[in-house]
């Protein structure tokens, strides 16, 4: 007698959902900065909108971690470290390209963040207690960044120049060319991790039980608003560029938890199904929507869009999100139709060698404000995002 065991589906429409808010997150945000008049940003509803916006990492890093989590519950595969790699070393490589493009040599920004996050991710994975782990690491990093920090610097005062490693470890002072020091970042997909674990351990509970879930994290989602509500009367900063403050932290737990309960309802109420699909961001088209976004505000800004009132904004906002999420889907399904191609072998080695190509362009022309530096960064990066597609 044979016995048929169905494998568990890992696919989870709430955690692409989940991408797409980030990514929405990500664009407003990046458009504010660039294109918003000075006096509209720093005030008013547009300030919170911007404000909200930069919470887009933190939900881009959680949800990687959510996606590891979710495949731990899979048997642990022999050769899994060899795609892995070249999957990181095509991030930090798209992640230098947009060091290059400002003249600087490296530097660790989003993509590259994200490889690194995948690594350590695996690394946790195959461990023999990932969950433990976890739960040590966001207890250790989160200390190290509010705890250890800041008594090593009352004992011994600044580090001596150059140190940059230890910077980036501890969390402060920032580190130039460096938009996410391991403390407190890393907290995040760790966090993601157990989330997605639990998820799957638990997923016929969230299931049948959805209202509840999604009571339960809105409910979860005002504590540490509420915390950040007193430390705003206390006068305290939330900030997140080049070091996190102790407030943007608290608060920023407010965005994930309400994020995953508006994917859930999104994935629940037939009628929003619009707005899910519309949404949606899977694999590459997640990764691709990054330097595509890039590009078309520093072409756009280049061409004069700059300097608009909020509601010239508001509509060039939603206009540049339709138009990022088509050109990041168009981008993963031009490299599914490359699988299909026959000669794979010399389709990669065309790719990569062209990747080298602009790589060297770019290098070459790379500074503040250069045409040639942008279009090839963008070019680079978006080569490396079909590289991606290949298994």
Not at 32 to 51: C, D
Request: glycine residues 8%; charged residues 10%.
């Amino acid at each position: 007698m044979s016995t048929n065991i169905q494998k568990p589906n890992l696919h989870w429409l709430e955690l692409d959902v989940l991408r797409g808010l980030a990514a929405v997150l990500m664009i407003v945000n990046h458009a504010g900065v660039k294109t918003l008049m000075v006096a509209e940003a720093s005030q008013g509803v547009m300030n919170s909108v911007l404000f909200i916006g930069s919470f887009a990492p933190v939900l881009f890093f959680f949800v990687t971690g959510v996606g590891s989590g979710i495949q731990s519950s899979q048997k642990k595969k022999q050769g899994r470290w060899r795609p892995l790699l070249m999957k990181v070393s095509i991030l930090f490589l798209a992640d230098l390209l947009m060091h290059w493009s400002a003249g600087r040599w490296i530097g660790l920004d989003f993509l590259g963040f994200i490889g690194l996050s995948v690594l350590v991710l695996e690394l946790v994975r195959q461990s023999s207690a990932p969950i433990t782990i976890c739960g040590i690491g966001i207890v250790a990093i989160s200390a190290t960044r509010f705890l250890i920090n800041p008594l090593l610097h009352r004992l011994i005062g600044s580090f001596p120049t150059g140190w940059w490693g230890l910077d980036w470890i501890l969390g402060t002072p920032a580190v130039p060319g460096v938009s996410y020091p391991l403390s407190p970042w890393m907290v995040y997909p760790l966090l993601g991790f157990l989330v997605g674990a639990m998820a799957m351990r638990w997923r016929d509970i969230i299931t049948t039980r959805r209202r509840q879930v999604i009571i339960g994290l809105v409910a979860l989602g005002t504590l540490p608003l509420i915390a950040s509500l007193i430390l705003a009367f206390r006068q305290a900063e939330f900030f997140r560029w080049g070091t996190v403050s102790l407030a943007f932290f608290i608060v920023s737990f407010v965005p994930i938890l309400v994020g995953i309960a508006w994917a859930l309802v999104l994935c629940t109420v037939p009628t929003l199904k619009p707005v899910q699909s519309a949404l949606s961001l899977r694999g590459v088209a997640s990764l691709a929507i990054v330097p595509i976004h890039y590009f078309l505000l520093d072409l756009l800004t280049s061409l004069g869009v700059k300097e608009l009132n909020g509601l010239v904004f508001s509509l060039f906002a939603i206009g540049l999100c339709i138009a990022t999420f088509f050109l990041a889907r168009t981008t993963e399904s031009a490299g599914l139709k490359l699988q299909k191609i026959q000669s794979q072998k010399w389709l990669k080695i065309g790719l990569i060698t062209a990747t080298f190509l602009v790589s060297c362009v770019t290098l070459i022309y790379g500074g503040e404000g250069s045409v040639i530096a942008m279009y090839s960064r963008t070019i680079g990066q978006m080569i490396l995002c079909l590289l991606l597609t290949f298994r």
